[in-house]
């Protein structure tokens, strides 16, 4: 972590883009504070985010996670340089919440707000935890929404997407997946403690956009719903013969078939780029044999591995902060306020509006 440095400039993130309701406060590269309310349990009987109950609870939690903030910093609204705040991509109507909160307070305390992209700020977060981000960086950004491959140069303008998934994101998987075996949502945690007991060759399960062919056309992309109903039909082949499923051998040889995937295109992308540096974020992050994989494969390429920790991984509004102070600093223009919320807004454009 850097020195505080009072010239830095104090920014007030917001996230909203899916189930969880983030505000942050960075100085500089100085997390102050990073206050998160989720609705994750509200979604969790219904195995996945339901959007209309996402928007309810940001409106609901979005005032006293602001103030939670400000508490925990111990700064004042009135102190702020500048507001930052998710404008895309992630749900729409999730995302409305926290864009309109910013240009409230960005309006009301008479601020600049910079409506930022959230894989952008996914990346951005890792300086709060190990200082300037080399450039460039390859970022392998894997949670329930996204699961990308970018090439990273200047975090606040230049971003450069590699590969992407064609179907299901990595985290979507790990929830659909941890549900064929009963397990609660959200499934990745489950899935990642289950196969400490079982065993990753036990099945021998597909690797997605892996053979030949694929790698002509999709080299960096992902693809998981293959693997996933491969999956589905071996459970239910075991159920047919009325055999117990062996809960810990299929979550270790599916999580083994996602992460061996997940890093080998992740360190060919880095060595075919010229990278020495990759950083890994989203909540999939939070996986322990990912995390192992990825180090040991990276280090037989001279390649270092960055990862922030957990809480910085998950959604969060220190993401966004970190992100609008970098923009703050590098003297980028501010958002118009009159900046849209952009449910798809594409990771090469990192400033909304
Ligand atoms: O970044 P995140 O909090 O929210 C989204 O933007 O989706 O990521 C949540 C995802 C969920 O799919 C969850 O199952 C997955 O991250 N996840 C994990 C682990 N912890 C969370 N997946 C695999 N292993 C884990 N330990
Ligand atoms: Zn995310």
């Known amino acids: 972590m850097t020195t505080p440095s009072s010239s830095a400039p104090l920014v007030l993130g917001i996230e909203t883009s899916c189930d969880e309701t983030g505000v942050g406060i960075v100085r500089g590269h100085t997390l102050l504070a990073d206050a998160v309310a989720s609705s994750v349990d509200e979604h969790a009987r ?3 985010v339901v959007p209309e109950v996402a928007s309810r609870a940001h409106l609901e939690a979005m005032v006293p996670t602001i103030q939670r903030a400000c508490a925990t910093a111990g700064v004042s609204l009135n102190d702020v340089d500048a507001i930052a705040v998710t404008a895309g991509p992630g749900l729409a109507g999730a995302l409305l919440v926290g864009v309109a909160a910013a240009k409230s307070l960005a309006l009301g305390l008479d601020k600049p707000v910079y409506g930022v992209n959230h894989l952008a700020a996914h990346v951005a977060v890792d ?18 929404g996204h699961s990308s491959l970018l090439r990273v140069g200047d975090v606040t303008g230049s971003i450069e997407p590699l590969g992407t998934t064609i179907d ?3 985290g979507e998987a790990f929830d659909k997946v941890a549900r064929l075996l009963g397990l609660p949502f959200p499934g990745g945690p489950h899935i990642d403690h289950a196969a400490l007991s079982g065993s990753s060759v036990a099945i021998d399960f597909p690797r997605g956009l892996s053979s030949r062919r694929d790698l ?17 039909r ?26 061996d995937v997940l890093t080998r295109k992740a360190v060919g992308a880095a060595v075919s780029e010229g990278i020495e540096d990759i ?21 037989k ?14 959604d969060n509004g220190a993401m966004v902060a970190a992100l609008g102070a970098e923009m703050v600093s590098r003297g980028r223009d501010a958002s118009a306020l009159d900046l849209p919320a952009d449910s798809s807004m594409p990771v090469e454009q990192v400033l909304a509006g």
Request: glycine share 10%; aromatic share 6%; hydrophobic share 45%.
């Open 46 to 48: 219904f195995g996945g």
């Open 127 to 144: 300086q709060l935890e190990h200082g300037p981000l080399p450039d460039p960086c390859l970022a392998l950004l894997v949670s329930g």
């Open 168 to 170: 299901d994101a990595a």
């Open 216 to 232: 002509e056309r999709h080299r960096f992309d992902f693809s998981f719903s293959g693997l996933k109903t491969a999956v589905a």
């Open 234 to 259: 071996w459970v239910q082949a075991c159920e047919d013969s009325g055999d117990p499923v062996p809960v810990a051998d299929v979550a270790a040889s599916f999580q083994e078939a996602v992460c």
């Open 279 to 299: 950083l890994i974020g989203g909540g999939v992050a939070a996986n322990s044999r990912l995390r192992v994989l990825a180090e040991e494969r990276a280090a």
């Open 301 to 314: 390429e001279g390649i270092r591995v960055r990862v922030p920790r957990p809480s910085l991984c998950t």
